[in-house]
């Protein structure tokens, strides 16, 4: 009894150390969602709004802002979007070093011309990429989100579901954060900040 | 055609899953088929039991099943539902040990490397066949998977999602074959009697029925991962969410009660000892 106590005590000794180093060690935590050990590095062959072929190696030493959605949505996307236009204002001259991609979903409706309209809404950084299907469910598999089509109304209107989530890169293309629209702004610019520094 | 034989595909291949259920099926009906030689083969229900069981693991981790069930809640309590439920259940109704036993290839391994693995799996075997700890894992792995943080890292990550539904079916297939094992003494040792099994099947139901009318009965959405990943289809959050909690709740919760109408069924038929098989019910299957 007394033999197994201090067995256990010894153990509990032993533990208050490795603790304490562990959380030593570990760097700051990130406010958003770190996915550094969780998602693979960035990677795709699509095409950009301006019509020319591009690969993920374009945007190296670049932080990337990545995210899913479809010029025709009517909530999602213009806030998602209009909030990292607001992160980027923040970040003053950081902002050079940042590229949104926005990838359609809707490649159907949205052309190379909606696209360009759509993002020049929002910035110079804000890319619009579009690819056929099988480029576009590459992409989506390897990021694990997806998309799907509603039934079309009377005057061939049909809702997107998509993912509302931004994927960010660091400078290296090495996936580091999932920023869900749930995040406070000032979590996302401290975060985007610290990536680009 | 050629569009369903699509949906037959895997999402996406793993061949741990291929080698499991391939391999799984092959050395059963080979053994069956020499067991079958020497007179000594189950009848047809065990081998359909298993059958179905390796098949329904296949269909819901390697078809395009397997896509609905990351992207939707619902449909992914139903693939854990056969995982860690139906399909683990069927395979151990089937008894199919001896039958895979015989099926093995005549391989040598050196003494020096099977004995201590052996002893190795035998000690883990025991450790978690322990009539604590195995019902406490078999709820505690459904609660781990459902923490909506650990959850939204499970439905991210790739290699997270393969041990979340590799450790659902081998604690499936570990479990079930605990409680519905239709001999309660073999060689003389002691294994768990069908009273301690039924106060577990028992006890194993209430913290998932309570789980499920969480989920179901929850007024906002708990796992956000599939708002942020994207759904299959565009299906409102809080009814996948209501679905997918009755699933957890219901039909999970009948598994126990499908097991300990088994367990009585055992009972009536004067199993549980080897020793003393009760006649016509056992045989077809030999030793």
């Known amino acids: 009894m007394t033999d197994s106590r201090s067995r256990l005590r010894r153990v509990l000794l032993w533990l208050i150390p490795v603790v ?176 680009v520094q | ?52 069981g390796m098949v329904g693991i296949y269909a819901v981790s390697q078809t395009h099943y397997d896509y609905l069930a990351q992207y939707m809640f619902f449909t992914h309590r139903i693939q854990h539902l056969v995982m860690h439920h139906a399909a683990p259940f069927l395979i151990a109704l089937s008894v199919p040990w001896p039958v895979l036993a015989s099926g093995l290839p005549e391989w040598r391994v050196p003494a020096g490397v099977s004995k201590p693995a052996m002893a190795l799996l035998r000690g883990l075997y025991r450790v978690l066949q322990n009539p604590v700890l195995a019902p406490v894992l078999f709820v505690g792995l459904i609660y ?34 605990l409680m519905l094992d239709p001999v309660t003494t073999k060689g003389g040792l002691a294994r768990l009697g069908f009273g301690a099994r039924l106060v577990i099947l028992w006890l194993v139901m209430v913290p998932q029925i309570a789980l499920g009318a969480y989920i179901a009965l929850s007024d906002r959405v708990l796992f956000d991962v599939y708002a942020v990943c994207g759904r299959a289809w565009p299906l409102a959050p809080l009814t996948d969410q209501q679905i997918g909690g009755l699933v957890t709740w219901i039909p999970a919760a009948m598994m126990s009660v499908l097991g300990i109408l088994v367990l009585i069924g055992y009972w009536l038929a004067g199993r549980g000892d080897d020793r003393a098989p009760a006649a016509g019910l056992t045989t077809t299957e030999g030793a």
């Not at chain 1, 932080?63 to 899913?68: A, D, I, P, R």
């Not at chain 2, 991210?156 to 570990?174: A, C, E, F, H, K």
């Open chain 1, 20 to 195: 304490l180093l562990l959380t030593a060690c570990g760097e700051p935590e990130w406010r958003t969602k770190d996915i550094s050990n969780l998602m693979p590095s960035l990677a795709f062959e699509l095409t950009s709004e301006t019509g020319e072929a591009v690969t993920a190696e374009r945007y190296r030493g670049q932080v990337v802002l990545m995210f899913f959605g479809f010029t025709h949505c009517p909530d999602i996307c213009p806030v998602t979007l209009g909030r990292l236009k607001a992160v980027l204002g923040q970040l003053d001259d950081d902002a050079e070093d940042v590229t949104v991609l926005f990838v359609t979903v809707d490649p159907k409706r949205d052309d190379l011309k909606a696209l360009r309209q759509y993002t020049s809404a929002f910035g110079e950084e804000f890319v619009g990429l579009r690819g056929d299907r099988q480029a576009l469910d590459t992409l989506t598999k390897r990021y694990r989100v997806t998309y799907g089509y509603g039934e079309p109304d009377a005057s061939g209107n049909y809702s997107v579901s998509h993912s509302s989530a931004v994927f960010a890169f660091d400078r290296q293309g090495d996936a580091r954060l999932l920023i869900r629209d749930s995040d406070p702004m000032e979590a996302v610019v401290a975060d985007v900040r610290r990536l």
């Open chain 2, 1 to 52: 055609m050629t569009e369903y034989l699509y949906y037959l595909l895997p999402w996406e291949f793993g061949l741990s899953w291929l080698v499991f259920c391939v391999g799984g099926l092959w050395l059963y009906y080979r053994g069956l088929v020499r067991r079958r030689a020497r007179g000594i083969a189950p009848g047809v229900w065990r081998p359909l039991a298993f059958t179905v």
């Open chain 2, 144 to 177: 781990f998977w459902l923490i909506p943080s650990v959850h939204f890292d499970a439905m991210l990550s790739r290699w997270l999602y393969d041990v979340m539904n590799w450790s659902m079916v081998i604690d499936g297939i570990l479990f079930w074959w």
